[in-house]
């Protein structure tokens, strides 16, 4: 994986006008018959692979989120650590944001950036913004990643902390700015806004320049998607990566899932390449 | 472990006039020769397995940081998982704290939950506050489990979003408010102040109560013992979890090393008790 870089990777894609990402979030119990088997990575993997092969040449990145691995213990870790290497080895060139919103002070953060790039393989990772700069400097001093700040998240109550206000502006926006002025000294990062808050998103797309901004919360959470490209794409109608899971993963639960999740992901990137 | 409560196990410690936590954060280029094995489970295991025995009897709690397990992938976390099954087994009933830091929205925040309570089964959790109680509300739900929030961390930068001000207090304080006034519903909710901040830790405990605090960044990272316990401890004279982790296990990184952890853990028990 030497030379790989975030950044470079996510600008290809973005020079074919790819936008959409895929969450690879796989549940047990929503698995189609076809991809089961006894062990929990071997049913992972057929359903990972399934989507990924389904979906790769037009997606700019994929997302697996840490938590539906961990939650099946080692064998869940293995088949999150196959599907980063699954998807590098693809020769298409895919960058991998592991979504595991990490931070910790000094020395156990040195061990979580050593977790997620070194032992997983990600190219970005999803961190919180609470503990300070000082909490995610392992991670913003690999210059080759993307270290994405948790800015305003897409749940019902991210306001409860992420709308406080400091001197009269919310948190969220102070943090953008934080990150914008003075976390993002190697260039390397990138901030998480959820799309069922566009009016939030325009908001930090004024703060972060050019910045890349992460938008989940497409479909099943209910963020529109003509609103989320109009308030965050940048000046140079790009700096958006669009993250779709449930709604594309589990569009079918039938022997037609891949089938299925392609559609959902086709209809996504042409509306996504109308819209930008 | 049906029946085991969080609560109940830490209150009889404090009737024992317990307050020590000491954090079980192994690093491989630190284990003394005898340790060592080929794999880092066996390795983790005799390390931890020594600390524990030497230092069982004066403890009110285990704490250890996924992290440093995490980093050495499934083996690991097998010996987390090993590690937290040894300490339920004594028959001390003494309460394991996972340090986790962990949040994220809805689904994925029941995912994280049935990683940390079920698969590896720890009696308590540290969590982030900044996406707001929403996404640690599958946490909450456990009434039985401790779920600690963070409030004012340790480390050096962690003014730099904690201590904005919000009508005039810091966000630290809110938070504070927040987890008292509205997360508690459950009556299952403490909070994270570092020892290193004295000051802070005097406001915390003046907005939750008696609510149990949980104190690290004492030895290693500066903070003061006599400071710590004057401003953390609640009018009972009890909630306090007061954590150590290098300070104790690697008192001497010799053959001594489990005798030189237990000399250290007494003196700081000693100490705890001389001043609550």
């Known amino acids: ?53 389904a979906t790769k040449d037009i997606v700019c990145a994929y997302k697996p989120n840490i938590a539906f691995y961990e939650a099946h213990g080692d064998e869940g870790m293995e088949a999150l650590r196959e599907t980063i290497s699954y998807i590098q080895g693809l020769a298409l060139d895919i960058p991998v944001i592991l979504d595991a919103k990490r931070a910790d002070i000094g020395n156990t953060s040195a061990l979580y950036a050593e977790a997620v790039f070194d032992y997983l393989g990600a190219d970005a ?38 709308d406080v206000l400091v001197e009269g502006v919310p948190l969220y926006q102070h943090v953008a ?31 972060v320049g050019t910045m890349p901004i992460l938008v989940p919360g497409i479909g099943t959470q209910g963020g529109d998607i003509e609103q989320t490209v109009n308030a965050g794409k940048n000046a140079r109608s790009r ?32 509306t996504i390449s109308k819209l930008i």
Chains 1, 2 share one sequence.
């Not at 958006?240 to 990137?269: C, N």
């Open 125 to 162: 990772v999803t961190v919180q913004p609470y503990l300070g700069s000082d909490a995610i400097a392992p991670f913003l001093e690999r210059k080759e990643k993307g270290v994405i700040v948790l800015c305003r998240t897409s749940n019902p109550g991210s306001g409860e902390i992420q």
């Open 177 to 207: 700015r934080l990150v914008t002025e003075k976390w993002n000294r190697n260039d390397n990062c990138m901030v998480v806004v959820g799309a069922t808050y566009p009016e939030e998103l325009r908001m930090v797309r004024e703060i």
């Open 1 to 53: 994986m030497t030379g790989r870089n975030f950044f470079s990777l996510l600008e290809s894609k973005w020079d074919e006008k790819k936008f959409l990402c895929v969450g690879l979030d796989p549940v047990l119990g929503a698995m189609p018959e076809e991809v089961r088997r006894e062990s929990v990575r071997e049913t992972y993997m057929r359903f990972n692979r399934a989507i990924i092969d």
């Open 239 to 270: 700096g958006l990566i669009i993250s779709v899971s449930r709604g594309v993963i589990f569009a079918s639960e039938g022997a037609d899932f891949a089938a299925a999740a392609r559609l959902k992901a086709q209809d996504l990137h042409d």
